[in-house]
Nanobody
Framework: QVQLVESGGGSVQAGGSLRLSCAASGQSIRGYCMGWIRQAPGKERERVAV???????TMKDSVKGRFTISRDNAENTLYLQMNSLKPKDTAKYYCAADSTYGGTCATMTDFNNWGQGTQVTVSS
């Protein structure tokens, strides 16, 4: 079981930037597909970005060009750089891992390890 701890959330004005980090412990995430998922109050969770074990990334359409997902396997850490933030980006952001061998993070249920989340609030 891998433990995931997010950090870097906070409150910013529209147009600002934040960098989220997800520190993993207990196991190496090197072979895992990893993702950032967010949930706004009263809304369902949605995948923001995923990155496979080879570094290939898939981004939600609404964040393309603004967010970047990356991973540092040596540091066992996942990142999400968020630029040009908008009020609609306000949500709790979760780091999650698909630790199944050959996992692809294809669906929300593929994520079998979750962090506790970090709040991102963007004001207009």
């Amino acid at each position: 079981q891998v433990q995931l701890v997010e950090s870097g959330g906070g409150s910013v004005q529209a147009g600002g930037s934040l960098r989220l980090s997800c520190a993993a412990s207990g196991q190496s995430i090197r072979g895992y597909c990893m993702g950032w998922i967010r949930q706004a109050p009263g809304k369902e969770r949605e995948r923001v970005a995923v990155i496979n074990n080879l570094g290939g990334a898939t981004m939600k359409d609404s964040v393309k060009g603004r967010f970047t997902i990356s991973r540092d396997n040596a540091e066992n850490t996942l990142y999400l750089q968020m630029n040009s933030l908008k009020p609609k980006d306000t949500a709790k952001y979760y780091c999650a891992a698909d630790s199944t061998y050959g996992g692809t993070c294809a669906t929300m249920t593929d994520f079998n390890n979750w962090g506790q989340g970090t709040q991102v609030t963007v004001s207009s």
